[in-house]
Nanobody
């Protein structure tokens, strides 16, 4: 059974930075992609960023240039570096892993951007 555990959320002032981590554990073979999604209060979950098996990355337009996704293959961990944070970035951030037929979600970590 594959599990994802996110960490790194918290309260930060506008313009600040946070780094989220997502560690995958269990029997994992052939990860195709890992990514981050977020869900703000009263809104639907939305895609934030993805890093593919090849190492290529993709970002939502709202975070491009401010957020960076990276990974440590040896640790089965993916990171999301978030800079120049805005109040509209406030949300629960979820990690996602796709491997073959597996589509696994973490429990989420809350990011609050407020002065």
């Amino acid at each position: 059974q594959v599990q994802l555990v996110e960490s790194g959320g918290g309260l930060v002032q506008p313009g600040g930075s946070l780094r989220l981590s997502c560690a995958a554990s269990g029997s994992i073979f052939g990860i195709n992609a890992m990514g981050w999604y977020r869900q703000a209060p009263g809104k639907e979950r939305e895609w934030v960023a993805t890093i593919f098996k090849s190492g290529s990355t993709g970002y939502a337009g709202s975070v491009k240039g401010r957020f960076t996704i990276s990974r440590d293959n040896a640790k089965n961990t993916v990171y999301l570096q978030m800079n120049s944070l805005k109040p509209e970035d406030t949300a629960v951030y979820y990690c996602n892993l796709k491997a073959g037929s597996l589509d696994v979600w973490g429990q989420g970590t809350l990011v609050t951007v407020s002065s």
